[in-house]
């Protein structure tokens, strides 16, 4: 707040009526008018504040009459009024010294008074209320009991609004932890007004207050609960917790799911760790709860504890930046309010509001890693520095926006790579990609992995170097099998598409190739046919991996461009014999999905071209050539 200069102060007079007398410094006005503006709102805090006082103190005692409660009122005001222009004339007030203050404070609190901003007395818990008051716990009244404080409703507009908003959460949701938590649903978007969100609580210490929060929150933020919980079968007791969670949800009076998986079980089926495969089902189970009950979200009781620990791990194992950022605030419809709340604030949170938990013994399992992290790398961490659980966050929160500077970048390089998009399968210009520097190479080829296999889990740093070596070579083709996608390469064009088998396509099609320009829209091919004479006996033309040179006198026109068919033979160029085309493709790694849409160009006995990958050795240029056929075939945009 700023802070009036010396020469305002001599322009703002004791009483009131300073304030409207003429200054005549430049800066003086303005100054006038924001204490006295500043003046004004106090008075009305205080007179509001005062109200809200007086009425609650009327509920507990008697008053003699409405007309000796207004005097009263007025009295106060005016005192609050004389207080405050003396304290904007002298830039002093009538307040107790700071210490004083404080001590009062934590008086209030220990008897469990509460008071919003403007002085509103907000309600205790009855018990540490009456002993204040000189009374035993079991001698508050029956409206107290009936009425726990939080939900009192103080008749003064004011007041009245800011109780109401506490009336379901109480305490905890004008707690510290309530105000971050709510602050954080609010910037992050979280949960919309009107959604229905499924709170996973598996019965520890971060779920429970993860779900007491949120209840806190529903209806101040509009938002509906079903708490969801996956008995994982991994200890003796884990029983116990899914009838804790039941206890808790009635305790709420909230709907709740519970399935039993055996964890254990399902990972030597699947050939998994034991943590991965519990993620798995978790993951899945929430996920059908949520569409079962139509819920658009899914609360996760992550803290920045985790989040640090998930850095550290995937740092342990190599990650890049991708690994780097750890988990996000917001998921699709998965969303984790406490992410940027310390372990040590959740547990005081739940210490502090007498909340009950399960410990799972197996956290202190340390043949996990994840529990080693926790137990013996974060404490050593923070032995030397404190901070060591934020000083991640903020590497994981910086990783994040190099990323959102690489995303964009490689939006913009998109389009110049001449992609082919369908689903399952991304195709994009060798050349294009050639061209860039390796590390943006790099980021573009994750990206089009991204789009094949919709996740970039399980692609490490060694199969994207792999993918840019093929970019590199010049062979015409090559492959490379990666986890749940293939990279091909097919003359000029890098074909990425997912490893989900795929059955060979067999829609064929025949087009006639008259001599000159063709575009064929439904293929999206454009063809050029020409002959030309040879100047020279014996000088070849120039030629690129799309274009195709034969000797015209060798070609049994009419030319026609289409598909394999059952029973062709081709004589490639170099071999000197007649193959099965079929075996020829195979041998020349031709992925199953491409062998049927590969386009071939065709006189009326062989196969002449089998375009971007070889020319037929009886269509070859030799000496004797005077007469040359250009063939031309190039992939058109949509």
């Known amino acids: 707040m700023r802070r009036p200069y010396a020469d305002d102060k001599r322009d703002v007079g004791a009483s009131r009526e300073a304030h409207d007398a003429p200054c005549t410094h430049f800066l003086a006005p303005r100054a006038c008018r924001v204490h006295a503006h500043r003046a004004e709102v106090k008075r009305a805090q205080e007179k509001r504040a005062a109200c809200a006082n007086l009425r609650l103190h009327?509920?507990?005692?008697?008053?003699?009459?409405?007309?000796?409660s207004q005097a009263q009122i007025e009295r106060a005001v005016g005192s609050h009024e004389n207080r405050d222009v003396d304290a904007v004339a002298h830039g002093t007030g009538d307040r107790e010294p700071r210490v004083v203050r404080r001590e009062r404070a934590a008086e209030r609190r220990r008897a469990g008074i509460f008071l919003n901003k403007d002085g509103g007395r907000l309600g205790g818990d009855p018990g540490r209320r009456s002993a204040a008051e000189g009374r035993e716990p079991s001698e508050a009244s029956q409206e107290e009991r009936d009425h726990p404080p939080h939900a009192h409703r103080i008749p003064c507009p004011v007041a009245e609004e800011r109780v109401v908003a506490f009336s379901r959460g109480g305490r905890h949701n004008r707690s510290m932890l309530g105000r971050q938590t709510r602050d954080t649903i609010e910037r992050f978007g979280m949960i919309p007004r009107g959604a229905r969100v499924v709170a996973a609580v598996s019965g520890g210490l971060d779920s429970v207050v993860l779900l007491r929060i949120l209840y806190g929150l529903a209806d101040e933020l509009g938002f509906s609960i079903v708490v969801a919980h996956l008995d994982h079968?991994?200890?003796?007791?884990?029983a116990g917790d899914?009838?804790?969670?039941?206890e808790l949800a009635a305790e709420l009076g909230l709907a709740v799911a519970i399935e039993r998986i055996d964890v254990g079980a399902l990972a030597e089926s699947k050939r998994m760790g034991i943590e991965e495969a519990a993620r798995e089902a978790r993951h899945?189970?929430?996920?059908?709860?949520?569409?079962?009950?139509?819920?658009?979200r899914i609360a996760l009781g992550h803290t920045a504890d985790d989040q640090a620990e998930t850095i550290l791990f995937r740092l342990a194992r190599g990650t890049g930046l991708e690994g780097l950022r750890g988990m996000d605030a917001v998921s699709g419809r998965i969303v984790r309010p406490l992410l940027y709340t310390s372990r040590a604030s959740v547990r005081s949170y739940a210490e502090s509001h007498g909340l009950r938990w399960r410990e799972d013994a197996t956290n202190l399992d340390l043949r996990f890693s994840r529990n080693r992290i926790r137990q013996r790398v974060l404490p050593e961490l923070r032995a030397i520095n404190p901070e060591a659980v934020e000083a991640l966050q903020r590497a994981g929160n910086l990783a994040d926006e190099a990323l959102d500077g690489v995303a964009y970048l490689v939006a913009g390089l998109w389009p110049k790579l001449e992609p082919v998009e369908e689903p399952g399968r991304v195709e994009l210009s060798r050349a294009a990609l050639a061209a860039l520097p390796d590390s943006v190479q790099a980021f573009v080829l994750r990206e089009a992995l991204r789009r094949v296999r919709g996740t970039l889990r399980g692609l490490e740093r060694p199969h994207v170097l792999a993918a840019r070596q093929l970019v590199a070579e010049s062979a015409p083709t090559r492959a490379l099998d990666l986890p749940q996608a293939r990279v091909d390469v097919l003359a000029d064009r890098l074909v990425i598409r997912s490893h989900a088998p795929v059955a060979e396509p067999t829609q064929a099609w025949s087009v006639a190739l008259p001599l000159g320009h063709t575009v064929l829209r439904e293929q999206r091919l454009t063809v050029d046919v020409s002959v030309e004479s040879l100047t020279r006996r014996g000088e070849v033309p120039e030629a690129d991996e799309w274009t195709e040179l034969a000797d015209a006198d060798r070609i049994s026109f009419p030319l026609v461009l289409r598909t394999r068919m059952e029973g062709d033979r081709f004589s490639p160029l170099g071999m000197g014999r007649d193959v099965r085309l079929k075996d020829f493709l195979i041998n020349q790694r031709i992925p199953r999905t491409e062998r049927g849409v590969l386009p071939l160009l065709c006189d009326q006995e062989k196969v002449v071209w089998v375009v971007g990958i070889r020319l037929s050795e009886r269509a070859k240029i030799d000496r004797s050539t005077t007469r040359v056929l250009r063939m031309r075939v190039v992939r058109s945009e949509p």
Do not use: C, K, Y
């Open 58 to 68: 009327a509920q507990r005692e008697d008053v003699p009459n409405e007309e000796d």
């Open 233 to 238: 079968a991994l200890r003796a007791d884990s």
């Open 242 to 246: 899914a009838a804790f969670v039941r």
């Open 284 to 296: 899945a189970f929430l996920d059908d709860t949520a569409r079962h009950l139509g819920a658009e």
